[in-house]
Each structure stands twice: as structure tokens, then as C-alpha cells.
């Protein structure tokens, strides 16, 4: 019996070990990766819904939004989510401070979002385009603004994973929260790789 015991113990250790190769960082941040993507799904469908009825507005609305802007936060993403993956490969090598040094790089370069966000709208507001405007202004204020919410909780986690990093709290063995945050950053990013042409780009 206790035999039996046993050897269900490496049996029981190696299915988590299967599990966590399988999905980075926890389930609970899938949890909510998953309801982040089934939120903007449904905004997505709202966005082809309207463009489908109102087709000139929507022809035209790329000219009313600031290209500058849009291409902007696109770098920004994209430099951000890579600083995150460096400082994830550098913990996994066992080089903390490595590791902090990217995620500070990471979070200097994602707080130019909500600057960048926030000197567009004033450009907008300056130049017609705002929330009472047409169903491309309303559909467009909607969708990024509820990024921009996503965006500030990202860096706020971004915040207090540099603070466990910077006390010691992974390790090359134990960095399973780094790579759930890390998850939600890409997540993130990957919806605003989806917003970016269809405001800013596509006619």
C-alpha cells in the first residue's frame, strides 16, 4: 500500500510538470485572457456591424484620426511586449537583474501609451472628432478606450512584477507569475494589432 503510495507521487508530480509546459503562467490569467478576448470579440462584431450599415462613414473615417498616433502606440506595443519577453528569457537563464532591467525598460516604453492616448485626444477633440460625433467616432472612442482600461491594469501588474523581481520573489525554477503577466502583455498587444489597421489604416 505504501508502496502504491509512493509511486503515485512522481506520477501525480510529473502530470503538473506536463501541465504547466502546456500553459504559461496559471490558469486563473487565462481565466481572464479569455474573457478579455470574448469582450472585444463582441466589440469586434459590433465594429463590422456598423461598418457593414454605414459603409461611407467608415470609408472615410481614417482621415479624420491622427496616423502619427496610431503608428506610435503600434511601436510602443510592440517594443513593450519585446522588452517583457527579454526580461522572461533572462529570468529563466537565472539573471534577475537582468531580468529588472527589461521590465523597467518595458514599463518606461508602455507609459508613452496612455501619453500618446491622451495627447491624441486632444488632437481629435481639436479637430472634430469626438464621442457625439458618427458611428465610426462612437465605435472608435468604444473600442480604444476600453484597450486604454486594459492597457492601465497591464501596467499596473507590469508594476508589481518588477516589485517581485526586485526582492527576489522568482527564480529561474519558480517565474510562473512573470510569464501569466507576461501573457496578458501579449494579449494586450494583440488586440491592438487588430484595432490599429481597422481604425487607422483600412478605408
Same mark, same amino acid.
Given at each position: 500500500?505504501?508502496?502504491?503510495?509512493?509511486?503515485?507521487?512522481?506520477?501525480?508530480?510529473?502530470?503538473?510538470?506536463? &501541465?504547466?509546459?502546456?500553459?504559461?503562467?496559471?490558469? =486563473?490569467?487565462?481565466?481572464?485572457?479569455? &474573457?478579455?478576448?470574448? *469582450?472585444?470579440?463582441?466589440?469586434?462584431?459590433?465594429? /463590422? @456591424?456598423?461598418?457593414?450599415?454605414? #459603409?461611407?462613414?467608415?470609408?472615410?473615417?481614417?482621415?479624420?484620426?491622427?496616423?502619427? +498616433?496610431?503608428? &506610435?502606440?503600434?511601436?510602443?506595443?510592440?517594443?513593450?511586449?519585446? /522588452?517583457? &519577453?527579454?526580461?522572461?528569457?533572462?529570468?529563466?537563464?537565472?539573471?534577475?537583474? @537582468?531580468?529588472?532591467? !527589461?521590465?523597467?525598460? +518595458?514599463? @518606461?516604453? =508602455?507609459?508613452?501609451?496612455? @501619453?500618446?492616448?491622451?495627447? *491624441?485626444?486632444?488632437?481629435?477633440?481639436?479637430?472634430?472628432?469626438?464621442?457625439?460625433?458618427?458611428?465610426?467616432?462612437?465605435?472608435?472612442?468604444?473600442?480604444? /478606450?476600453?484597450?486604454?482600461?486594459?492597457?492601465?491594469?497591464?501596467?499596473?501588474?507590469?508594476? $508589481?512584477?518588477?516589485?517581485?523581481?526586485?526582492?527576489?520573489?522568482?527564480?529561474?525554477?519558480?517565474?510562473?507569475?512573470?510569464?501569466?503577466?507576461?501573457?496578458? $502583455?501579449? +494579449?494586450?498587444?494583440?488586440? !491592438?494589432?487588430?484595432?490599429? #489597421?481597422?481604425?487607422?489604416?483600412?478605408?
Amino acid at each position: 500500500m505504501e508502496q502504491a503510495e509512493t509511486s503515485d507521487k512522481p506520477a501525480s508530480r510529473d502530470v503538473d510538470m506536463v &501541465a504547466s509546459q502546456r500553459i504559461p503562467g496559471n490558469r =486563473a490569467i487565462w481565466v481572464g485572457i479569455f &474573457a478579455e478576448l470574448v *469582450e472585444f470579440t463582441l466589440m469586434f462584431l459590433v465594429y /463590422f @456591424i456598423a461598418r457593414v450599415n454605414h #459603409p461611407q462613414v467608415f470609408h472615410a473615417g481614417p482621415e479624420k484620426l491622427s496616423l502619427l +498616433a496610431g503608428t &506610435a502606440n503600434t511601436a510602443v506595443m510592440l517594443t513593450s511586449s519585446y /522588452f517583457v &519577453a527579454r526580461a522572461v528569457l533572462a529570468m529563466r537563464k537565472d539573471h534577475p537583474d @537582468i531580468s529588472l532591467h !527589461w521590465l523597467i525598460a +518595458a514599463f @518606461i516604453t =508602455a507609459i508613452a501609451y496612455p @501619453i500618446v492616448k491622451t495627447l *491624441e485626444i486632444r488632437w481629435n477633440l481639436d479637430h472634430g472628432v469626438s464621442g457625439d460625433g458618427d458611428v465610426f467616432q462612437m465605435t472608435y472612442y468604444y473600442l480604444t /478606450f476600453n484597450h486604454l482600461v486594459h492597457v492601465s491594469w497591464g501596467l499596473l501588474g507590469m508594476l $508589481w512584477i518588477m516589485l517581485r523581481t526586485g526582492f527576489g520573489g522568482y527564480s529561474a525554477q519558480d517565474h510562473h507569475g512573470m510569464i501569466a503577466f507576461a501573457s496578458y $502583455w501579449h +494579449a494586450t498587444d494583440l488586440i !491592438w494589432l487588430m484595432i490599429f #489597421p481597422l481604425f487607422y489604416v483600412l478605408p
